[in-house]
């Protein structure tokens, strides 16, 4: 069975730093996919970013980005310029490709960003 | 496009009782999964359907049931309901097609008394 471990329940940092959140998962399929959400105090489940394990490219998207290690099984999430808004939940959500669309997630890390 | 919508999103019921959340896909989605998220135990998959037939389920006892419509509209229903029912419950919709990114609906919020 898929597992996906956040090993950081909470984190803070200033406004502006730059953020790193980790997340291991474990697998023993070799075509899936990487997600991680955001859900901010009001529960709206956000997407943040996606990977597809086939691409070495790690993904972008504006302020963040992924450290995608196939070998050792880790998908980092990198927040730059922090703002207040990303005050969240953060989830690391692994799915398989087999059409069914069953995400597992990890147990979420708190992050607060500091005026 | 209007997002995942997802009906009541408060309900409060008691024990023994029985109910039924509501889940509408973004138009043009044809598969609706189902989350019930709590403190205790995070997020957990309950069923997916797709074309109104249940593609995948979870681990959750029989107490727990959906369906599908054939406007992709979804609706889960728990009877019998246990304080431990107590939770958020996220519906997320879909494509379909293999590993397409799940939207996310606002949540119901239950609460069993």
């Known amino acids: 069975a898929q597992t996906v471990t956040q090993s950081q329940p909470e984190m803070s940092v200033q406004e502006a730093e730059t953020v790193t959140l980790s997340c291991t998962y474990d697998?023993?399929?070799?075509?899936?996919?990487l997600f991680w959400y955001k859900q901010p105090p009001s529960r709206q489940m956000i997407l943040v970013i996606r990977q597809e394990a086939y691409k070495q490219q790690n993904a972008t998207e504006n302020r963040f980005s992924v450290n995608f290690q196939k070998a050792a099984k880790s998908f980092s999430l990198k927040i730059s310029d922090s703002q207040l808004g990303d005050t969240a939940m953060y989830f690391c959500?692994?799915?398989?490709?087999?059409?069914?669309?069953?995400?597992?997630f990890g147990q979420g890390t708190r992050l607060t960003i500091n005026p | 496009k209007a997002g995942v919508t997802q009906t009541p999103r408060y309900l409060i019921k008691t024990r023994g009782q029985q109910v039924t959340l509501s889940c509408s896909p973004i138009s043009g989605h044809r598969s609706v999964s189902w989350y019930q998220q709590t403190p205790g135990q995070g997020l957990q998959f309950l069923f997916e359907?797709?074309?109104?037939?249940?593609?995948n389920k979870g681990n959750f006892p029989g107490r727990f049931s959906g369906r599908q419509f054939s406007n992709s509209r979804s609706e889960m229903n728990v009877s019998t309901l246990e304080l431990g029912d107590s939770a958020l419950y996220l519906c997320?919709?879909?494509?379909?097609?293999?590993?397409?990114?799940?939207?996310f609906g606002p949540g119901t919020r239950l609460t069993v008394l």
């Open positions: 997320a919709s879909s494509s379909g097609q293999n590993t397409d990114t799940q939207y």
């Open positions: 359907y797709f074309s109104e037939t249940q593609r």
């Open positions: 959500a692994f799915m398989f490709n087999q059409g069914a669309q069953k995400l597992v």
């Open positions: 697998t023993s399929e070799n075509n899936y996919y």
